[in-house]
């Protein structure tokens, strides 16, 4: 059974159209991340929650943002998408961050954006 | 911060023979965790195999093997008896035990292809 399941699998946005996709977990982990992989890259942190504690990384544009409503759910809403932000979106779970736990995380099957 | 390289886009393996992949990251911190994961075409990301860096062994997980080398800063990951299944982009990556400061890095990934 999916354990990580991510919505919609594919999503076609027009240029400056705002964007939500939506995470769940059946886990009942403490942590939920958002990268952004894009074609042949490495996939990118954008940020994480640690419960309901909001970590941005340092470089993640303000066009994206997270929501928490609760521990299963998390929702990356891109407010303006441009054509660089076309790519791949992966969300994860870790039941504590790094390597307070196995350091394992658990991927979804990810939402592929494509922008026109 | 640290960082993840993965000289290798492309690898191919007959299936049935063995291939390594290769991984080098550098930090500057002592207490650190390593792990190889795979992402088959349109499915999530998993784990292989995880290696604290504080452990000498190598681990092993069944057909999947690692070579950790701590001085030399490489990690690779040798798949034995390769199937049709390993077929797959995998990523090396590395998290540091530094606590409030812990992040998954990820190298840029080796596509994986079993020749039948």
């Known amino acids: 059974d999916a354990m990580v399941i991510q919505n919609p699998r594919y999503q076609v946005t027009q240029f400056g159209k705002p964007v939500t996709l939506s995470c769940s977990q059946t886990l009942n982990h403490n942590v939920m991340y958002w990268y952004q992989q894009k074609s042949s890259q490495a996939p990118k942190l954008l940020f994480h929650y640690y419960d309901k504690d909001f970590n941005n990384e340092a470089d993640t544009p303000d066009n994206f943002q997270s929501r928490r409503p609760n521990t299963s759910f998390c929702f990356l809403d891109i407010r303006s998408p441009g054509l660089g932000d076309a790519a791949m979106y992966l969300c994860?779970?870790?039941?504590?961050?790094?390597?307070?736990?196995?350091?394992?995380?658990?991927f979804g099957e990810g939402s592929r954006l494509t922008v026109l | 911060a640290q960082t993840v390289t993965q000289s290798q886009p492309e690898m191919s393996v007959q299936e049935a023979e063995t291939v390594t992949l290769s991984c080098t990251y550098d930090t500057s911190e002592s207490d650190y965790y390593l792990f190889w994961y795979k992402q088959p075409p349109s499915r999530q990301m998993i784990l292989v195999i995880r290696?604290?860096?504080?452990?000498?062994q190598n681990a092993t997980e069944n057909r999947f093997s690692v070579n950790f080398q701590k001085a030399a800063k490489s990690f690779s990951l040798k798949i034995s008896d390769s199937q049709l299944g390993d077929a797959a982009m995998y990523f090396c990556a590395v998290i540091i035990s530094n606590f409030g400061n812990e992040k998954l890095t990820f190298g840029t990934g080796t596509r994986l292809t079993i020749i039948p």
């Open positions: 994860a779970t870790s039941r504590d961050t790094g390597a307070r736990d196995t350091g394992e995380l658990f």
């Open positions: 290696q604290e860096a504080y452990k000498q």
